[in-house]
């Protein structure tokens, strides 16, 4: 039998796991499947979901071993790149990043 490690955040700040026992050669779309995950949303989730084992992503069909944790991936609301643009466009990036603090008298960017 291996120990594997469903999670799931359904939101911010916020992460559902369940610990479970699987026979050896258990797939990650078993372990899922026996997590009740699927219960909570559309069964075609599981289809669509993207998964991970240890924040590395792979498909359903991976072999799980012992000790390994298998992550459910939710899609992104904000794509962090544009997240990242409108976050500087309201601060303004002057005020932002490594080189803000400077030394009184340093060269600029240092």
């Given amino acids: 039998m291996a120990r594997v490690t469903v999670a799931w955040s359904p939101g911010p700040r916020e992460v559902r796991e369940w610990t479970l026992l699987l026979p050896e ?23 669509r979901a993207d998964f991970g084992v240890w924040g590395r992503r792979c498909t359903a069909d991976q072999v799980l071993r012992d000790g390994d944790r298998v992550e459910v991936y939710r899609g992104l609301l904000v794509d962090p790149k544009v ?3 409108e976050r500087f466009r309201k601060q303004g990036a002057r005020a932002t990043g490594l080189f803000a603090k400077r030394r009184p008298g340093a060269k600029p960017g240092y």
Wanted: proline share 4%.
């Fill in 25 to 47: 050669g258990g797939t990650v779309r078993d372990a899922v499947l026996a997590s009740g995950w699927p219960q909570a949303h559309a069964a075609n989730d599981v289809q």
């Fill in 83 to 85: 997240a990242r643009r």
